[in-house]
């Protein structure tokens, strides 16, 4: 019974990547911003699973608890852009992210965090909340 529950929560986990085209992001961008901030990018569509609503909202809830001091300087920031509109299009073209994406960018750098905000944000917030300040830190 064990054995068939996981097979089950597996494929569920699988099946929810897929069909919110979960991507893979690039690590090295020479068309990336060349400040010292660090900038928290969630990217999404108009039309979203309950997954998606949630990593959104666990990385933006993170992002404000751990870094509230520089939010307020200008340091950190997050953004979510809804890559429906077409004023998120320039910031999706040059990051090159086409699916839902959850990124930290400083400068070249640009950390995907896309495999751990879906794997956690529901089950685990508190793990997602960790590898977004291991990415920034890193930053």
């Known amino acids: 019974m064990k054995q068939v529950k996981s097979v089950i929560l597996g494929y569920c986990f699988l099946s929810l990547l897929l069909s919110c085209n979960a991507q893979p992001g690039n690590n ?32 933006k809830l993170a992002v404000e608890q ?12 997050f953004t979510s852009l809804n890559m429906d509109e077409e ?19 400083k400068g070249d750098n640009i950390l995907d965090l896309t495999s751990q905000g879906f794997l956690y944000a529901r089950s685990n917030p508190d793990k997602l ?7 920034v830190d890193k930053l």
């Open 28 to 59: 090295n961008n020479p068309d990336s911003e060349t400040s010292d901030k660090v900038n928290v990018y969630y990217f999404h569509f108009t039309r979203r699973c309950v997954t998606c609503i949630t990593v959104e909202e666990q990385s």
């Open 66 to 77: 751990l870094y509230p001091v520089q939010i307020k300087n200008g340091q950190v920031s």
């Open 87 to 105: 004023s998120s299009k320039s910031t999706a073209e040059r990051l090159h992210v086409s699916g839902q994406a959850l990124l930290i960018v």
């Open 129 to 135: 909340k960790e590898s977004i300040k291991e990415a």
